[in-house]
């Protein structure tokens, strides 16, 4: 590593994960899943070490995910769920999103991929047995293959939520997440502190605060599906 750099920020647990076992310097971690159960740091309040950053709130947010789903469909039955298997901190997410699908009463159809290819295999599985939706968490791998999830709804009409608005603008039907903004603004502030002379150690994580849910009512109308108004009414952003 350069001896000129003097902090790093990443983003994927596995970025994060890589900084720590090679790095000296202080990271700024978001975007990891939970920092503590992947053991990135000791705990949220003492973080220990050279790592600090943002933390996430997936039980919450999947939770929360599932049931914005529910209410635009209430016929909810299965939901299939795409995450990467090869990232730690993704599979946890998913984890939690499995426990919020059952504590809902709704059916989970794991489709876990690890590389490009996964994805035929997860729609063939889709094909063969159908869900009512799909909830995509969100990593480099998925986000990369995001226009094949995309155009695989679409033809089979089927309603998607995602975890960033920014997926909800590029094609996808709805998303509930943090407010990417946000986040980034936070983790700004904490690499200025480090800079200044805090200590990563020293500096609590951060959860995020503000959260936005985005409708693409264009996507809604193409796969036949009429969003409520009381889903509308809480919509941050409605995309027409």
Same mark, same amino acid.
């Given at each position: ?18 900084? +720590?076992?090679?790095?000296?310097? &202080? ?7 939970? /920092? ?8 949220? *309040?003492?973080?220990? *070490?050279?790592?600090?950053? #943002? ?8 939770? +929360?995910?599932? %049931? ?5 469909? /209430?016929?909810?039955?299965? #939901? ?8 730690? *901190?993704?599979?946890?997410?998913? +984890?939690?999103?499995? !426990? ?7 059916? #989970? %159809?794991?489709?876990? #991929? ?9 729609? !063939? ?24 999830? =995309? ?7 089927? /309603? ?11 094609? *996808?039907?709805?998303?509930?997440? &943090? ?11 904490? !690499? ?7 200590? &990563? ?11 936005? =849910?985005?409708?693409?009512? +264009? ?8 969003? &409520?108004?009381?889903?509308? !009414?809480?919509?941050? %952003?409605?995309?027409?």
């Amino acid at each position: 590593m350069a001896s000129h750099v003097d902090l790093l920020i990443t983003s994927s647990y596995p970025a994060a994960l890589a900084a +720590k076992e090679h790095a000296t310097v &202080p990271i700024v971690v978001t975007n990891s899943g939970d /920092p503590v159960a992947t053991r990135l740091v000791a705990s949220l *309040g003492r973080p220990g *070490g050279n790592v600090t950053g #943002v933390s996430e709130v997936a039980t919450e947010l999947s939770a +929360k995910r599932l %049931q914005l789903l529910k209410e635009t469909v /209430p016929n909810l039955r299965k #939901v299939a769920m795409l995450w990467n298997t090869d990232d730690l *901190g993704m599979s946890l997410r998913y +984890k939690s999103a499995d !426990a919020a699908a059952q504590a809902l009463g709704l059916i #989970v %159809q794991p489709l876990g #991929v690890r590389e490009p290819d996964d994805f035929n295999s997860a729609f !063939a599985t889709m094909d063969h047995d159908p869900p009512d939706g799909i909830l995509m968490v969100s990593d480099a791998l998925t986000t990369l293959n995001r226009k094949r999830v =995309f155009e695989y709804a679409a033809f089979h009409k089927l /309603p998607a939520i995602y975890e960033y608005d920014n997926l909800v603008r590029d094609g *996808g039907l709805m998303s509930y997440g &943090p407010d990417g903004g946000d986040v980034l603004d936070r983790v700004a502030e904490l !690499a200025t502190r480090i800079l200044k002379g805090a200590q &990563p150690a020293d500096l609590p994580l951060e959860e995020p605060t503000r959260f936005i =849910f985005a409708v693409n009512l +264009k996507i809604a109308a193409e796969i036949g599906l009429t969003i &409520p108004q009381s889903i509308l !009414a809480r919509a941050d %952003q409605v995309i027409e």
